[in-house]
């Protein structure tokens, strides 16, 4: 996957490989925050992490797109729609 983004985006794959390493705290940092808070604070937390991370990338790739911001946006509500809806059916 690392290939295909450094391809897709012609970036470097130092680059790519860096903010891989970078995300993984914020991701085990995520699950912790699930266990503990639930999944509102996680999922919060994680659109943090999604916009710092996504501008972070943009910076570094010297292009910042408003239609991705946007798409990304878009995706994230759907996300926390379907995990409230999830939540709002399931029995336990």
């Known amino acids: ?53 996504d501008f972070a990338a943009a910076f570094a790739m010297k292009g910042i797109s408003m239609k991705a911001g946007v798409e990304t946006l878009i995706i994230a509500l759907f996300v926390l729609l379907g995990v409230k809806l999830v939540s709002l059916t399931m029995p336990y």
């Open 1 to 53: 996957m690392t290939k295909v983004i450094s391809d897709a985006s012609d970036a470097n794959l130092v680059k790519v490989v860096v903010g891989k390493v970078v995300v993984l705290p914020l991701i085990i940092d995520m699950a912790l925050i699930f266990a503990r808070y639930g999944l509102v604070a996680a999922l919060a937390l994680a659109l943090c992490v999604v916009t710092v991370t």
